[in-house]
């Protein structure tokens, strides 16, 4: 199974990093074909809204994001990492998500040519935030959930975490166990 991972945050390294890493290794441990795409290395503008993509299935803009569309078309698995940015998601992941519109007719239906590779489609999430509090990124997992069930996507278990200090999340064996088998099962 091909397993798509999207990096949400700026901050390589940082704790969405390790976790997202986690995932992956689980996927990989489990036979899973991975790569892995970091937003803020690409170019992502925001959507325009014009409503070409729903009469085309293919955005007008032209940026990173055309190929992003068809790394996510043949992945079977997509986790996304992200952490929480002034209690919502980062800029680079909303960028990214509101151009998923390309997927939508103008009935918000997934365009009959993509039906077949998106319905069967996995979508993983981890959330991170500053706060002892995790349930500070419900409104990520609440877009993402929402996303999913709009849409017909299998939303896996989400797993959230709590750290601040870059790399902070390294020393937390119990969320990482839960990132790796987050990872693990979204390939079998």
């Known amino acids: 199974m091909k397993v798509l991972g999207i990096l949400g ?3 390589v390294g940082g704790n969405s990093d ?11 441990d489990s036979g899973g074909e991975l790569e892995k ?13 014009c409503g070409k993509c729903n009469e085309t299935g293919v955005c007008v803009i032209k940026d990173d994001m055309q190929e992003i569309h068809k790394k996510i078309l043949e992945a079977d698995v997509v ?3 992200v952490p929480v940015y002034f209690w919502a998601m980062t800029s680079q992941m909303k960028a ?7 997927f939508f007719d103008a009935q918000w239906r997934i365009h009959k040519a993509y039906r077949p590779k998106m319905k069967v489609k996995r979508i993983g999430l981890i959330t991170v935030c500053g706060d002892p509090n995790v349930s500070t990124a419900d409104p990520i997992v609440h877009s993402f959930k929402n996303t ?14 709590s750290a601040a200090a870059k790399g902070e999340i390294a020393n937390n ?5 839960k990132a790796y088998d987050l990872g693990r099962k979204s390939v079998q």
Do not use: T
Request: glycine share 8%; with cysteine.
């Open 96 to 102: 990214y998500l509101d151009r998923w519109c390309a």
């Open 18 to 28: 390790i976790l997202l890493e986690q995932a992956l290794a689980g996927a990989k």
């Open 37 to 49: 795409i970091i937003l803020s290395k690409k170019k992502i503008s925001g959507c325009l809204d």
């Open 148 to 161: 999913c069930q709009f849409s017909g996507l299998h939303l896996l278990e989400v797993v959230q975490a």
């Open 9 to 11: 945050s700026p901050r």
């Open 79 to 81: 986790i996304h990492s």
């Open 173 to 177: 064996e119990g969320i990482k166990k």
